[in-house]
């Protein structure tokens, strides 16, 4: 069974710091991209980042790019999104998600991040 | 950049009723589509893939057709369970290239009548 448990999110202060964790089990997590979206409140779905299965590579989208890095352990099967300089309009719940194809077949449970002060 | 577009943004229907949703690429996507479904509360839940195949575990009354550019989920004879919001998904270019970039439409929200 996989599962993607996800960790680390609540409220900030706008300017501060967070770091997301995503804890993954049940495939072989170190042959799997993992992507980052998060959804704003009553809105749609946004990318936020994707790395590669080894680590080596990351692409970062959409508004957060420049001020979140995306990191991987393949040791500890887990993905971690750190997420710099948060804006009130980075509240959302964030997901993490393994591709399968061209969709992703499983997600996180979702880490809701409110930026407030 | 391919965009994805889903009409409508809200849509109303009683139960038992047919339903389908609409997602439009900007260009050609072949049959790399996916459809979610959303629930309140709830992460996406992958519902059909490659444009066609429904994902193991969900419900046959649900169907996806169409390449290129247009794409329909249909869902058939509407269960309470199936109000939720509904979002098509693609890559801009290959899945299998480095970045594999998602794009989502803007999602369907299918209300009770």
């Known amino acids: 069974q996989v599962y993607l448990m996800q960790s680390g999110g609540g409220v900030v202060q706008p300017g501060r710091s967070l770091r997301l964790s995503c804890a993954a089990s049940g495939f072989p997590f170190s042959t799997y991209p993992i992507h980052w979206v998060r959804q704003a409140p009553g809105k749609g779905l946004e990318p936020v980042a994707v790395i590669s299965s080894d680590g080596d590579n990351q692409h970062y989208l959409g508004s957060m790019k420049g001020r979140v890095t995306v990191s991987r352990d393949n040791s500890r099967n887990m993905v971690y999104l750190q997420m710099n300089s948060l804006r009130p309009d980075d509240t959302a719940v964030y997901y993490c998600?393994?591709?399968?194809?061209?969709?992703?077949?499983?997600w996180g449970q979702g880490d809701l991040v409110i930026v407030s002060s | 950049e391919i965009v994805l577009t889903q009409s409508p943004a809200i849509v109303s229907f009683s139960p038992g009723e047919r339903a389908t949703l609409s997602c439009r690429a900007s260009e050609t996507i072949y049959t790399y589509l996916t459809w979610y479904q959303q629930k309140p509360g709830q992460p996406p839940r992958l519902l059909i893939w490659?444009?066609?195949n429904t994902a193991p575990g969900m419900p046959a009354r649900f169907s996806g057709s169409g390449s290129g550019t247009d794409f329909t989920l249909t869902i058939n004879s509407l269960e309470p369970e199936d109000f939720a919001v509904y979002y098509c998904q693609c890559h801009q270019g290959s899945s299998r290239k480095w970045p594999p970039v998602l794009t989502f439409g803007g999602g369907t929200k299918v209300e009770i009548k």
């Open positions: 490659d444009a066609s």
């Open positions: 998600g393994k591709p399968s194809g061209s969709g992703l077949d499983h």
